[in-house]
């Protein structure tokens, strides 16, 4: 892809992988439903596990692939996946937009703020993800930077950091 791309960086999103999915393509976590808490529950150790597989670009829909239009899970979805490598906007099949305005204000400015912070980690983002073609993960389990009885259990599944300078801890309560 180099070669005919004139040494552009290439870049896949996937649902399957290969030999090289890990340096060139992001994974697609596939179809959830939206305004579902459980989804978020479900995906931040599925993102952790993607890392320590040797998959450090992990994404999924935002607010589901389909149903949707639950203001706090829309909302949550956007926060915590300004701290992820990439964010997938897609309605696939569904009747509901994803877009970041879909349910209109408040949750216009609040997804807006979010990405506009996603923007501007991009310089810090491209750094660890760099990094991780040969080195750590881009979400990181507690355990690879601090390993002790904690981190090595079930207390941090839900916690990761992004690269080596955000921790992040996701409470699971159906509260924004």
Known sequence: MPYYGNDARPFIISLDGWAGTQRYAGIW???????????IRFHIPTYIGSGL???????????????????KVNIR???WKTWTPMELNMD????NEKYPHALGEPATSINRL???LKSQLVPYSYSIAKQAVDGLPIIRAMFLEQANQYTLGKATQYQYLYGPNFWLHRSIRKHV
């Open 29 to 39: 976590s596939g179809d959830q439903t939206g305004g579902v808490w459980e989804y």
């Open 92 to 95: 696939g099949w569904g009747s």
């Open 114 to 116: 979010y990405l506009k």
């Open 77 to 79: 979805d956007f926060q």
């Open 53 to 71: 597989s040797g998959q450090p670009n992990i994404t999924s829909d935002m607010d589901g692939i389909f149903g949707g239009k639950n203001f």
